[in-house]
């Protein structure tokens, strides 16, 4: 079969590591990595592949992009790549706006192109290992904290790291959203850099999300109960606890419970992930989280940065006497 040729659009710090995954994949060529700073095109030099400043010379020339550029363009790098007839991985968030999503998931449908969106939690060993435990959960609990970096700041916290936990609540649970109370503040930069929200969907189950990028420490954690368990992921350090009820028949003990903890091997998710697009580009098959699942991702997330943005406006009007 021939190799699918492929390109990196934006070799930052998390372009860099596709490029690498890329350059590494079977069956695949890495034919060049795009990015207007000379020295971000030198540090994967030795990738042998080859530095281009502007994507416009590769359009029609590669057969699938990956594009790790900041949020803001997105859509017209994806579009053009798409209108080329190239397969698109595009970072979360797909998009700046909804509007924008859409036009990319109508156009990847009518090219009949893969658009796949990077939330790489989907293929961290912990989420994937907890799936066959999952029945009707009725609340989830999530924690997602980080320290302060410039980088990523071009979207505010929810965007940049709420997106994730979202993606994975608004799979696991499923259904529609009833009602969103959040807040959130800046803290370090311009826009949001914690947040909170509380999801409540129509069937019931609740959903308490927490990100912050001003944390002196790094979690990623989620908890999901269920009527008859409790499941704990660290998303971090890769483990999954499950607890149990235990039936009336088994032997009693000092708690009516089973516990189960698994120390799952750290694994590699975003070479899982760039794998699973070309065998989506080579079969033909749908994505694990094709351009659909990044427009609801972003919607929900767009309703909680509004929410906070209006607390926010709120706080700074003068009280009237």
Do not use: W
């Not at 994975?168 to 850099?193: K, L």
């Not at 990623?220 to 368990?229: S, V």
């Amino acid at each position: 079969m021939q190799k699918i040729r492929t390109a990196v659009i934006g070799v930052g710090y998390l372009g860099r590591f596709h490029a690498q995954k890329y350059a590494q994949a079977a069956g695949c060529e890495l034919v060049a990595v795009v990015d207007s700073r000379p020295e971000a095109r030198a540090q994967v030099a030795e990738l042998s592949t080859r530095p281009v400043a502007e994507h416009g010379s590769l359009l029609g020339q590669v057969d699938a992009v990956s594009v790790v550029t900041p949020t803001p363009s997105h859509f017209a790098i994806a579009r053009e790549f798409l209108e080329s007839g190239a397969h698109v991985l595009v970072e979360k968030p797909i998009t700046e706006t909804p509007a924008e999503a859409r036009e990319l998931i109508a156009l990847a449908a009518k090219r009949q192109r893969i658009l796949q969106v990077g939330h790489l939690e989907r293929f961290n060993s912990a989420v994937l290992a907890a799936e066959p435990y999952l029945r009707s959960p009725r609340f989830v609990e999530c924690h997602r904290l980080a320290p302060y970096r410039e980088r990523g700041t071009d979207v505010n916290v929810v965007l940049d790291l709420m997106i994730h936990d979202i993606d994975i609540v608004q799979t696991i649970v499923g259904g529609s959203i009833e009602a969103i109370d959040a807040i959130g503040t800046p803290v370090f930069s311009d826009g949001i850099d914690i947040a909170n929200a509380r999801i409540r969907f129509a069937n019931g189950c609740i959903a308490n999300t927490t990100a912050s990028r001003v944390s002196v420490k790094t979690e990623r954690k989620l908890r999901i109960f269920e009527d008859d368990a409790y499941l704990s992921l660290d998303l971090q350090q890769k483990i999954l606890t499950v607890i149990r009820k235990r039936s009336p028949a088994d032997v009693p003990g000092p708690l009516p419970v089973t516990i189960e903890e698994q120390s799952l091997e750290p694994g590699d998710a975003l070479k899982a992930e760039i794998d699973s697009f070309l065998d989506c580009i080579r079969s033909g098959r749908a994505p694990v989280v094709p351009g659909e699942a990044g427009l609801v991702a972003l919607e929900t997330a767009m309703r909680i940065t509004e929410q906070v943005e209006r607390s926010l406006a709120q706080r700074k009007v003068p009280a009237s006497r």
